[in-house]
Structure formats: structure tokens, C-alpha cells
């Protein structure tokens, strides 16, 4: 069947304006003060309590010029480098890849997941996804301190806001150590140096640091609980007594002590090898899901709806409230109790008026009360959280990244940057309590320097594209809240709206890219696919209209148009040369649909895969001459499959799959839950997490 561009339709809206701006970086005009870190870079047994230790220099800061030079030395020892200036269609060399790749990059901390604060109420720690932790000074709101936990990393499979799903960090009370349990092993670092100074393996999910800094108590909640919590030493983690049977355990407010819970009794014992003590207290109700105060000396427990604050050293109950806890944490002054529930968060005070005040987040992962009670940080899927009292609650500047499952990604024509776009899943709920969950954003990565370079907020990217000279790029924003347009923004650093807008008048867009001509666009709708004008002038007939959700690429020549469904059509005239497949219905399920197409290099290969909300996901590859059916991939690939131009490895997901001989390369040992993922021009893989992290693995 021929169809030829004989009318023009004026179905699209120009328009000039920019989106708005998501909430700016947090800073804190009000207070200056003391970090109130203890410097113990000596012996953990020195007593060292100067609260005014400066930390060292911690190297370039990110975005400097050393940093960047330092990123550039990195990045050609790994093979990143782009190498000379090329024109956009000059002849690229590919090198031949030998099937082995080797991890040599990380972009983004990934998303908050458990946070602490310091007895002192000065120091706040955050975990991420990815391992890192970040050390905040709260009376400031600065960053005084990142670095990676250790080796390996954690488990990518493990989802942060699974029910059951424990992990646990947490800081000295002087604020001098910092200590993870993640399931796999409990370890403590030096906050002034980054140094560790204990890494004991175990099952631990639960840690917390004695107050004279040369002890440690680790235990297991959840699936792995085994009713007993262990006291180690610093920094040789020789076990020095177990107490059982415990649910939860602290040190007392000296140190002296160890205290625990377990099914409605409170005992106190010594913090030695004889661990001995007074008779438990039997209390009057049997809880669960209970946590001591970080002196010691308040047990916060749930027996379902009632919630009692109780005194360690006789039992009595000093405050109550009601409510359906998730999670149990009590301020650093110790005046007030922080419930995680099903809808969001409930704070009270410890005394006879509980004074409940409650906050709509439903989605927080963890949350902590400091500087006095004065500063509230909640994480959650969607970043990190703050106000001071009395205030709104506004967004936490930390670690570089965006936490939120990566929606598209785009590598510019040298290699040298990296876009990614993220946004929240269509579960997070779209009412008025889902609104910090519908935040979505893009940013450029340098990948020389694995550094951020720009964000561009509110642009929930359905997909990504860099203009061939690669100053410009194209954005099919679906942002609800809008409504889907096409965008085209400079990469200047200065622009801060795009410089054109396209607004589709009668058809709902879900992707673009750049069309057969410099001035042309090929957009992709819900119900078809046509090629428009920058004027926003329709210049076809929508194609494959009966065909829902429809994918399209060009050939790297720009003759053929390639639509999932599957059809390739010549760009001049829309001729259509072959077809494959009857069409695919329109889904119910709109969040499950990924369609992809993509050439291989040399155009003579096609790479089709429609994603639908059920598995399995149908892959194919076409001879694009013929249109033959030259391999079903369908039980070997992952959604979004990509070429490497010499054509014969195949990239989806976490692993390479070679053409000549089936060969299946992982790249991971223990693959986490990834997403989309892409080559760059030299061979470097770039591989996205649903935690919004990027992995980069070089040729060997």
C-alpha cells in the first residue's frame, strides 16, 4: 500500500513558555554553631571529647577544576575518554570488544533509605540505596562528609519500601562513629577520616555504638531475627557477650550497661563478658515493634492501636497515644516520639499530654527528630525532606542523584555526557499526598568526570535525544500536571526554558526524536506516529494508528522509518515497504507499556521489542531489507534492547548477548533490579537501577 504526504494538518501548539520549577536547594540562615564531632582518629579508647575537631580537607570539591581534572585522569584509565573532535557524521572507529567488561563508575547515590541522628542532636547520617552515606551538620544544613560504605556494595535486589525489609544505621552519641547493618554485616567508620574501625560479618539488620566508643551491640529483626543481641568490641570486633533472649537492645546513658527487651520483660546487665545485672522488669503488656531511647532510659513499644513510652528503670508508663506503627523512633533531646504509620507520620510528646500532631507523607522510609527537637529530615522514595519547627516541609539537598526509577537516558554523539530522566511509578498514587512523589526531573552527567552537570526540573522525559551536534537536546515530557509536549532545550548552562515547545492538539505524545530532516520531528502519540514541522505542522498522516503505543526509530541514514507493530516505511514518500504482525491492542494497564525500536549501525538489522504489563516480552530481530524474521529473542533479552555498532553484541538490561554465537555476558555478579541501559561510542556500558542509580562498566 502507498501513502504519499499529500496534506498538512496544523494539529500541534508552538509555544515559547518554560515549566515550572520544582522547590530549590535547602539552606539554613538561622543558626550557625559547632559540628559536635568528637575526634577519635586515635585509639576508640582515647576519650577524646573535642566537640570542635575540624575534619581534614576531603578533596576537590565536586564540579572544581581539580575534580574535574582529577575525573578526566579516571576516566582515561578506565577508557572513557571521548578521544579527538569529530564532526557528527564523520566516521566513528568502533573498537572490538572482547565480551568482557569491568566496573569502573558510579553516577548517583541512588535514594535515601535509613537515617540517624547524634545524641547531641548535631550530626545527621544518611544512608542511600547505593551505599554511601552522607554526615549533615544540622544546625548548618551542610554536607561535611560522603564516603562509600564498603565492599560489596548492597543488595540491588532489596527493595527499600518492601514491608519487612530491615536495615539499619546509626551514630555515636558524640557523633564521632557511624555504623551500618545491612543484613550481611555490621561496620563503623571514623567520621573524621572515613577510616573503618570494625567490620564484623552476620546476619545483623540492627546496630547501635556505646557512649565510651570502644563497644558495639548488633542483633537481627524480621526473617533473620535470632533473639539475641551481641556485644563486640572496638576496633577487633572480638565478641565479648551475647545477652538472650532480646528483641531490641541499647547501651545505657555511661555506657556501663546493656539493655534489653524481650516479650514483656526489660533486663539491664553489664556491658562485659559476665554481663551480669538486677532482675528483669515484667512489664504489663507484652509489645512488640519496641525501641529504647538513645540514653537508655525510655522504651517506646506498640500493642496495637495503643502506644506507651515507659521508664527503663522501674517500668512505669509516662505517656500513651493510639496509632497503627510501622516504625518507632524517639528525638535526640528524648522529649517526643516519631511513629511511622500506614499514611504517613505521627509525632507526641513524652509526658502526660501527648500533644499528637500528624503529617500525610505515605511513602516515608525513615525519619528523625534533631538539633533540639527543632529539625525534622524524613526519606523517602521521592529524596530527602526537612523543616524546622513550625516551618513547611521542603526539599533536602545531599548526594548528587535523583533516587526515582529512570524512565529514559540518552549518550551524547562523543560520548561525553549522559542524560537521564526519572520520575515516580504510577503506584505512588496521583491525589494531593502523592504530590512529592510525582516529582520527576532530568540531569546531565559529565562522564569524564562522573560529575552532575545541570538538572532540568519538572521534565518527566518519555524519552531523550541528543541533537547530532550535541548542543541541544529533544524531550517528550509527559509531566501531568501540563499535560505531554515536546521540548528542545539548549545545553548552555544558562537556559532555563526550553527554546521550543510543541503542544499536541488532538493526539496525547509519548515519545520523539529528531526526524529526517534537521527541521523535522518524528513524534510518537498513544495512537500513532507522524512526522511534524517545527512550525508544529503535521506533514502525514498518523501510521500505524491501529497499533497502540507505537515505537519508531530512523535508519542511520534517515530513508526508512521503522514503527513497532511491526512496519518500515521510506521517509521520502511513506511508502510502506513491509509489515510483520497483526496490531497490538491498546493495554489497560498504561504502565506497563515500553515499546522499542531500534537499527543496528549499519541499518541492516532491526531490534523489536513490545513490552506489555504480562511477560513474556516479545523481542525480534528483522533482516530490515526483507523484512524476515531473522532470531526470536523473546527468551533471552530484556526490555529496550540496543546495538553496538560493529552489530554484533546485543545489550539488554544487565547483560550482553553476542550474535555469532549466543555467548550471554552478566555484568553482574549478583544482577540488582535494573532498568534501561546503552553503549557510548567507545564500548563504555551505562546501566540504570530503579533506585535512579547508573553503573558503568568499561571494556576490558
Known amino acids: 500500500m502507498r501513502r504519499r504526504a499529500s496534506w498538512v494538518g496544523l494539529l500541534l501548539v508552538l509555544e515559547a513558555s518554560a515549566p515550572g520549577c520544582l522547590g530549590g536547594v535547602y539552606s539554613d540562615p538561622l543558626r550557625t554553631g559547632e559540628d559536635g564531632v568528637a575526634d577519635r582518629s586515635s585509639a576508640p579508647d582515647s576519650g577524646s571529647t573535642d566537640e570542635a575537631a575540624e575534619y581534614p580537607e576531603a578533596g576537590p570539591e565536586p564540579g572544581s577544576d581539580a575534580r574535574r581534572e582529577a575525573g578526566r585522569e579516571a576516566g582515561s584509565e578506565a577508557g572513557l575518554e571521548a578521544g579527538p573532535d569529530r564532526r557528527p557524521d564523520a566516521d566513528v572507529f568502533v573498537p572490538t570488544l572482547s565480551g568482557r567488561w569491568k566496573a569502573c563508575g558510579q553516577l548517583g547515590a541512588g535514594s535515601p533509605r535509613r537515617l540517624a541522628v547524634s545524641a547531641n542532636g548535631l550530626i545527621a547520617a544518611i544512608l542511600f540505596t547505593g551505599g554511601k552515606i552522607a554526615l549533615h551538620s544540622l544546625p548548618r544544613g551542610e554536607l561535611i562528609r560522603e564516603f562509600q560504605t564498603s565492599l560489596p556494595p548492597p543488595d ?413 516505511w521510506l521517509t521520502s514518500d511513506l511508502t510502506k515497504l513491509w509489515w510483520d504482525a497483526p496490531p497490538v491492542p491498546l493495554p489497560p494497564d498504561l504502565a506497563g507499556v515500553d515499546n522499542w525500536v531500534t537499527f543496528s549501525r549499519d541499518g541492516r538489522l532491526l531490534l523489536v521489542s513490545d513490552v506489555r504489563p504480562e511477560p513474556p516480552v516479545p523481542i525480534k530481530l528483522y533482516d530490515t531489507a526483507t523484512g524476515s524474521l531473522k532470531k526470536d529473542l523473546t527468551t533471552t533479552l530484556l526490555r529496550r534492547p540496543t546495538f553496538w555498532p560493529d552489530g554484533r553484541w546485543i545489550l539488554a538490561g544487565d547483560a550482553v548477548w553476542n550474535l555469532d554465537d549466543g555467548r550471554i555476558v552478566s555484568l553482574y555478579t549478583e544482577p540488582p533490579e535494573v532498568g534501561i541501559s546503552s553503549f557510548t561510542p567507545n564500548g563504555t556500558i551505562v546501566v540504570t537501577r530503579v533506585d535512579g542509580i547508573v553503573d558503568l562498566f568499561c571494556p576490558r
Not at 176 to 193: K, M
Not at 246 to 262: I, K, M, P, R
Not at 352 to 374: A, C, M, Q, T, W
Not at 458 to 474: K, M
Open 156 to 568: 540491588g535486589r532489596a527493595d527499600p519500601d518492601a514491608y519487612g525489609e530491615i536495615n539499619d544505621i546509626t551514630l555515636s552519641p558524640d557523633g564521632a562513629l557511624v555504623a551500618i547493618a545491612d543484613g550481611r554485616h555490621a561496620a563503623g567508620w571514623n567520621l573524621v577520616d572515613s577510616l573503618p574501625v570494625f567490620d564484623l560479618p552476620g546476619r545483623y539488620t540492627r546496630v547501635r555504638l556505646s557512649p565510651r566508643g570502644n563497644q558495639f551491640l548488633v542483633w537481627a529483626e524480621g526473617a533473620d531475627s535470632f533473639n539475641e543481641a551481641e556485644l563486640h568490641a572496638i576496633p577487633d570486633g572480638a565478641l565479648v557477650h551475647s545477652y538472650s533472649p532480646s528483641q531490641t537492645a541499647a547501651f545505657s546513658d555511661e555506657g556501663n550497661q546493656v539493655l534489653t527487651y524481650y516479650d514483656g520483660w526489660i533486663a539491664a546487665a553489664a556491658a562485659d563478658a559476665g554481663g551480669a545485672g538486677p532482675e528483669p522488669i515484667k512489664l504489663d503488656t507484652s509489645y512488640f515493634l519496641a525501641t529504647f531511647s538513645q540514653s537508655g532510659r525510655y522504651l517506646v513499644a506498640s500493642s496495637d492501636p495503643d502506644i506507651d513510652v515507659l521508664l527503663t528503670s522501674n517500668g512505669k508508663r509516662v505517656a500513651q497515644t493510639t496509632g497503627q506503627a510501622n516504625g518507632l523512633k524517639f528525638s535526640d533531646d528524648e522529649t517526643r516520639v516519631l511513629v511511622q504509620e500506614g499514611g504517613g507520620l505521627m509525632i507526641f510528646d513524652v509526658g502526660s499530654n501527648p500533644n499528637v500532631r500528624r503529617f500525610e507523607r505515605p511513602l516515608i522510609r525513615d525519619v528523625v527528630l534533631g538539633d533540639g527537637g527543632r529539625f525534622l529530615l524524613l526519606a523517602e522514595a521521592a529524596g530527602l525532606y526537612a523543616a524546622r519547627e513550625g516551618a513547611e516541609l521542603t526539599r533536602f539537598a545531599s548526594l548528587p542523584g535523583q533516587g526515582l526509577p529512570i524512565l529514559s537516558m540518552a549518550v551524547s554523539p562523543d560520548g561525553r555526557q549522559l542524560l537521564v530522566g526519572s520520575g515516580a511509578p504510577s503506584y505512588y498514587g496521583s491525589g494531593p499526598s502523592a504530590g512529592p512523589y510525582l516529582r520527576s526531573d532530568v540531569m546531565l552527567w559529565d562522564l569524564w568526570t562522573q560529575e552532575p552537570q545541570r538538572t532540568f526540573p519538572g521534565v518527566r522525559a518519555g524519552s531523550i535525544e541528543f541533537s547530532a551536534a550535541g548542543d541541544r537536546v529533544l524531550f517528550a515530557n509527559r509531566a501531568p500536571i501540563e499535560g505531554p509536549r515536546l521540548e528542545e532545550w539548549s545545553l548552555d548552562a544558562e537556559a532555563v526554558e526550553p527554546e521550543l515547545t510543541l503542544r499536541p492538539a488532538e493526539h496525547v505524545l509519548w515519545s520523539a526524536a529528531y526526524g529526517p530532516s534537521p527541521d523535522q520531528f518524528v513524534l510518537n502519540f498513544v495512537d500513532g506516529v507522524a512526522i511534524a514541522s517545527r512550525a508544529g505542522t503535521l506533514l502525514s498522516p498518523l501510521l500505524a494508528s491501529d497499533v497502540g503505543f507505537p515505537a519508531s526509530a530512523l535508519s542511520p541514514d534517515r530513508r526508512l522509518l521503522a514503527v513497532s507493530g511491526m512496519s518500515v
